[in-house]
């Protein structure tokens, strides 16, 4: 009676820790179950955007209008403002004037939904360099932190994506989900876009970035002004980038970045305008640009000026 | 009918094997089933399970795929002097050869897709259905060079052994075309590889005109390392006459690969070292260190050690016929091409970043175990394939016979 006890015992111990172990080792695949739940087939099947007519472009604004209400429960505006004509867009940075304060990034971060958790993208990084060396990227401080900016003894260059006229990142990817759009802007489908992320290894500025993890943003600081090729919620594993802020700029308004500056460093405009600022900096300043020697024609144009 | 006998047969001569044979593929399988657990992780979570990161955007899986290519384009080794000039030693092996050009094929493409952050949109890359950015992507020359080279490596060797199945004359004007066809094509996979790194002035590192034919000289050195170690264990296992003559003619081929290959590595360092640009930096940071950071420079100088001593033994083999000696020297190339042309080449690609930051990269547990699993793949899918390649040569496994 007692050894039958004890034999249905180790019997009963070696069935829970048989059963815990397959358990354990079917836990991914229940992963792989939700994922299967989650799965968009709308999403799947999407175009590419260029590939769109008028009408599937609008009825894809809507769908994703409809997606990011019941994801986030707040109303989003999803445009597809196309570039205007006569417009191109180029971008002017003084770095006479540049403090180094960093606004420029966080405002960035909060205009264009940018990933605060669990990684954290920013599209401008101002780098920080000591005084008499040079612009030498290699001996360049990237996480300086300061109390009180400018420090003496050194000056600051942001860079982010510079736009550029031949873009390496445009030409490296293998499915077109990135391109160079009229008004100048470089713009990616973040449907479209594979994450085999060869235009980063391409792009020789730190301008594009990857949603390594699903994005995570605070719901109270998410902009629901967007743009499909711009803020709009990304998902996880898809590269992007700064497109001027083109859910602004296509509408006349600055950059955040541009408005946030302190300084007045910034400046952005249209080349094609004759009495706009940027034609006056590069009409009558002395410009240049980041690793001219590579070929890229960025439209993005460093001046001093003090 | 004789084809669904063929298939039938196949599969019937997967499942007949000794214990040991047995063990082999459970073991793989195991390696396998672990590796989808991570890789499924991986999908769920994000790429954020890697060591990548924006700075080093590329890691693990794309230096092994680099590593596999050259493996891969090596199997034309065997190829042009069993073929061209009827070396008849080379003769027998060379079904071998191409069945393993084929798994190393599958497992570059496994790397790619495990690399990839978004493989559900696969079909994005597929002319037709997608869009193929062709010509101007240097990757979507790649997609078709690849995918050539695994159709050319599928139709040979499984037509060959069909008509061995039932025992027929394999037809020349068939068949012919696609060996010439495949000897460029060999170069080519690893070419455009190379010119994916190749043609990108943001990283200096990869930006040398000498990167095509360093890719070459080490796949030459490195594909026919591991296929003479195969080969013997297929000698011993499977019953199945391999001479030595076939083994040393490879070696002696290995030679003059390696000897290329250390040629050109040195001639980059020389170039580097003596102009001393900015452009040093990644050279310097996998050779020595950069500003503290030294975490490749074990490895290049056990790859470099590797390489040279390997070189010697090769050297010697013309006088010593030793078998033990090959074998060292062959395990001596693998690892240290492997490294060379994996961890070695890829990372420093990316340290410093383009602005100059340095972000020091080892893989993740979870990219080990995928790599495995990936490795583990290839070598399950030659085992099955060469067990019954195997069969069919030696007569075991004819139509006849069913």
Known sequence: ????????????????????????????????????????????????????TPDEVKKTLKRLEEKYKKKYGKDFVVKGTPARENVSFAYGLNLSKCIGCRRCVYACVKENNLSRAPHQIHYIR????????????????HYYEAAKVPEPGYFYVPVQCQQCEKAPCVKACPVKATWTEKDGIVVVDYNWCIACRYCMAACPYMGRKFNWAEPQIPLEELNTNTHYLGNRPRMKNVVEKCTFCIQRSREGKYPACVEICPVGARKFGNLLDPESEIRQIIETKRVFRLKEDLNTHPRFFYFFHS | ?????????????????????????????????????????????????????????????????????????????????????????????????????????????????????????????????????????????????????????????FYLLYKKYVEQEPNKKFYLPFVLLSIPWAVSIHTVTAFLYNPLPARPFWNAAILAPRFL???????????????????????FKIQDAALFKVAEIMAYAMFFNLFLFGAELFKEYYSGTIHLAPMEYLMQGLHGHNALVPWIWTAIVFNVSAFVIFLLLRNIRSIVLLNIGCVLIFCGVWIEKGMGFIIPGFIPDTLGEIYEYMPSSTEVMVSLGVWALGFLIYTLLAKVAIAIDTGRLRYNKQ
């Open chain 1, 1 to 52: 009676m007692k050894e039958e006890k004890k034999v249905s015992l180790t019997k009963r111990k070696f069935l829970k820790t048989f059963m815990a172990g397959a358990a354990a080792a079917l836990l991914p695949l229940a992963k792989a179950e939700s994922a299967v739940r989650d799965f968009d087939m709308e999403d799947f099947l999407q175009k590419n955007f260029r590939e769109m």
């Open chain 1, 126 to 141: 101002v780098m920080r360099f000591k005084k008499g060396q040079g612009i030498d990227f290699e001996n360049s401080e």
């Open chain 2, 1 to 157: 009918m004789k084809f669904i006998s063929f298939i039938g047969g196949a599969i019937k001569e997967i499942f007949k094997g000794g214990k040991l044979y047995y063990s082999w593929v459970a073991f793989l399988l195991i390696i396998i089933a672990f590796a989808a657990r991570s890789y499924i992780h991986q999908l769920d979570q994000g790429l954020i399970v890697t060591n990548m990161k924006d700075q080093v955007s590329w890691g693990l899986y794309i230096a092994n795929f680099t590593f596999m290519v050259g493996v891969a384009a090596a199997a034309v080794l065997l190829v042009i002097p069993a073929y061209i000039y009827h070396f008849h030693a080379i003769h027998e092996i060379v079904i071998l050869g191409e069945l393993m050009a084929f798994s190393a094929i599958v497992m570059c493409l496994g790397f790619i897709t495990v690399d990839l952050g978004r493989p559900d949109r696969f079909w994005h890359i597929i002319p037709g259905l997608g869009i193929l950015n062709f010509p101007i992507s240097m990757l979507s020359w790649d997609v078709i060079v690849l995918n050539g080279y695994l159709i050319i490596n599928t139709i040979i060797p």
């Open chain 2, 217 to 239: 000289a080490s796949a030459f050195c490195s594909g026919p390392a591991l296929i003479l170690i195969i080969f013997q264990l297929i000698r011993k296992f499977g019953n």
